[in-house]
């Protein structure tokens, strides 16, 4: 029935399929729980090898790493069951009815997305606090405001497709490295007239970058989205590029460069701030992007 897929990087998941494993069972439903590494650290592999004695936990290792896309798309090929439950390694469940509310809303021409969401409690590690902070301030998004627009508040993190549905589609794997296969993804799902249903269904998001470290894969990110823009691969849906456009429309994008080039420092202090006004983000974000388009 119930195929449940984690691709892992460089992530510790026992105890995180423990529970799933416990959860599944306690839904007397037929599944598997397929984990793929992505060619992590030995440590990881080492810890997370402990797999193999989990009954219905099937758990394997690429030797070379291939990417989010990539490894999602090869998870859903490996999958025996019609319902693909996809679920990022770097999270934990936030009740024992995680699955059960998957199963009970299983919707054959439907994706499904359960969301995200964060700890109350801010990280010990100061160098995390940012990470968090944009998750809970930008991410955990209710319900009712995911309903809204619920093209652009899916993310791959968590949501349950039939494997015909993702077959037809899947995640695009020309993208390199972190950033925005989900956004293609909701828009094809779009364009085919495939409902995404939202439910009140989150993981938390445990597995918080340090500051710098989610600087520069927000920088990966926005070179993916420049690529798409370039490829004609997106629409205005995309905040970023929209607000993009409206600058270049009134004739600012330059002002913004050159703003952003001479007070880059000054902003990322900013952004270190106990609780940072995220305007600053989305300055930085714009500065970065018209950067990669300047000649």
């Not at 026992?14 to 984990?35: K, P, S």
């Not at 390694?89 to 699955?99: E, K, L, Q, R």
């Amino acid at each position: 029935m119930l195929s449940i897929l984690i691709p892992i990087y460089n992530f510790n998941v026992i105890a995180f399929v423990r529970d799933l494993q416990q959860q599944a069972y306690n839904c007397e439903i037929d599944f598997e729980i397929i984990c793929l590494d992505d060619f992590s650290s030995e440590q990881f592999k080492l810890g997370n090898k402990e797999l193999n004695n989990f009954d219905s936990v099937i758990y394997d290792e690429l030797n070379q790493n291939i990417g989010r896309s990539k490894i999602r798309n090869l998870l859903a090929q490996k999958a025996k069951y019609e319902c693909l439950l996809f679920l990022d390694c770097d999270s934990a469940v936030v009740d024992s009815y995680f699955i059960k509310r998957y199963v009970d809303a299983i919707d054959n021409s439907s994706v499904i997305y359960g969301g995200r969401s964060y700890k109350e409690q801010s990280p010990k590690k100061s160098d995390e606090h940012f990470r968090w902070w944009y998750g809970v301030q930008r991410e955990t998004i209710r319900l009712e405001n995911r309903n809204k627009q619920p093209y652009d508040s899916f993310m791959t993190n968590n949501f349950l497709v039939k494997k015909t549905i993702y077959q037809s589609i899947k995640l695009e794997e020309t993208l390199k490295g972190y950033g925005h296969e989900d956004t293609l993804f909701g828009l094809e799902l779009k364009k085919q007239n495939i409902r995404i249903k939202h439910i009140d269904n989150p993981l938390f998001h445990i597995g918080l970058e340090s500051f710098e470290e989610y600087i520069l894969k927000t920088e990966e990110g926005i070179r993916n989205l420049k690529y798409l823009i370039e490829t004609n691969k997106i629409d205005t849906s995309v905040k970023l590029y929209r607000y993009y456009l409206l600058l270049k429309k009134f004739g600012l994008t330059n002002k913004i460069w050159r703003y952003y080039s001479n007070n880059k420092k000054e902003i990322l202090q900013k952004l270190q701030e106990n609780e940072p006004n995220l305007r600053w983000f989305d300055l930085y974000k714009l500065g970065y992007l018209i950067s990669l388009t300047k000649p």
